[in-house]
């Protein structure tokens, strides 16, 4: 029997307009380049116009993912969008862009909740669903508007953040066609430390969305610790080794963090993916942002061998190894 495996086709993403500069946030609250800069590797995030929305981001990526992958819209049979800032609290907002695209009509559609780590959480589901012959070409989105999320008076919290989408096409192939695809996911959450990092409100609670507070300190530790520890579970389980990656991929909150990431795993630091200083933390988008970015610059190539790695609210947490 021949084994399926979910292939990267398509690689796309999609940045709002307007950019916000360390400089221009100095003037709205308390802060300056200098210690955003030192303390983030912050320079500058992208802010959704005041009509854009998380939908609309999604579908700016997406359509140029499909158009990386050379398929027709009406092709892809399977649509999850992760996110935490939903244009509605529901339907779920990948039910809108599926429409918008024009996917195949009836094809399932669904949004991941899993904050930061949404997309690897959202790679797992699409993985599945295509190795169990439920769907042949997935579209897999991570989008954001983290700009409605933060409290802008919050100097904590919201020089951290910024808007965005990536995207990706997966598409079933076989194990004997070829060995790219995906290789491994791991996930994991710990919800003892739900408070450590949250939205000061929601539907059920507050009947608002609330805005994003967290204890920093926490966060930064935990993610430092699962960050690498993920990507060493997922190694194990593709049966390879830290050494075989060519490219680590992990999310983007904080350049300390990415550097300490790749200095647990001993990797070189040339091999370590940074855009944080371009976009700030775009939650659930930064992994595909990344990716896409580096793809269209021709230094992620095709045949390399990825690790991706997710940290962020919940905690959540996970890794994946993808031959692409
Ligand atoms: N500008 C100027 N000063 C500031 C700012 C700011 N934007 N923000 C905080 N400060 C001040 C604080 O008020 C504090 O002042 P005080 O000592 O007078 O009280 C001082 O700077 C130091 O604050 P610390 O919290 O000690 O600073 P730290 O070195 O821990 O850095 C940071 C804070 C950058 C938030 C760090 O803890 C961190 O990166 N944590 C990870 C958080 C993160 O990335 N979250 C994103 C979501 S989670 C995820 O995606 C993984």
């Not at 695209?101 to 669903?129: E, H, Q, R, T």
């Not at 990706?168 to 003892?192: H, I, P």
């Not at 075989?244 to 992990?250: A, K, M, Q, V």
């Not at 990431?261 to 942002?289: C, F, R, Y």
């Amino acid at each position: 029997m021949s084994m399926i495996r979910s292939k990267f086709v398509g690689f796309g993403h999609y940045l709002p307009e307007k950019v916000l500069t360390n400089d221009d946030l100095s003037k709205i609250v308390d802060t300056n380049d200098e210690w955003i800069t030192d303390r983030t590797g912050i320079k500058q995030r992208s802010i959704a116009a005041d009509n854009e929305c998380t939908s609309d981001l999604a579908y700016e990526a997406a359509l140029n993912a499909i158009d990386y992958a050379k398929i027709e819209a009406n092709e892809i049979d399977l649509v999850i969008v992760a996110t935490a800032t939903p244009d509605n609290t529901f339907p779920s907002t990948s039910t809108k862009v599926a429409d918008k695209i024009g996917v195949k009509k009836g094809a399932p559609a669904f949004d991941i909740a899993a904050a930061c780590s949404g997309f690897v959480y959202a790679l797992n589901m699409a993985d599945l669903m295509i190795k169990s012959g439920q769907a042949k070409n997935a579209l897999i989105i991570g989008a954001e508007t983290m700009s409605r999320l933060v409290d802008w008076t919050d100097r904590n919290t919201c020089v951290l953040f910024g808007d965005g989408a990536g995207a990706v096409v997966l598409t079933a192939t076989t194990a004997e066609d070829d060995n790219k695809g995906m290789l491994a996911t791991k996930l994991f959450a710990n919800g003892g430390l739900y408070d450590e990092l949250r939205t000061t409100g929601g539907v059920s609670s507050s009947k608002d969305a609330g805005c994003i507070q967290m204890n920093g300190r926490e966060v930064f530790k935990n993610a430092v610790t699962y960050l690498p520890d993920g990507v060493k579970q997922v190694a194990k389980e593709a049966g390879i080794t830290i050494d075989d990656i060519d490219w680590l991929i992990p999310h983007q909150a904080n350049i300390r963090i990415i550097e300490g990431t790749g200095k647990k795993l001993g990797m070189d630091k040339e091999k370590v993916i940074i855009s944080v200083q371009n976009h700030a933390n775009t939650s659930a988008a930064s992994i595909p942002l990344a990716l896409s970015e580096n793809i269209r610059s021709g230094k992620v190539k095709e045949g390399d061998l990825i690790a991706f790695t997710a940290f962020g609210a919940g905690f959540t947490w996970g890794a994946s190894v993808v031959r692409l």
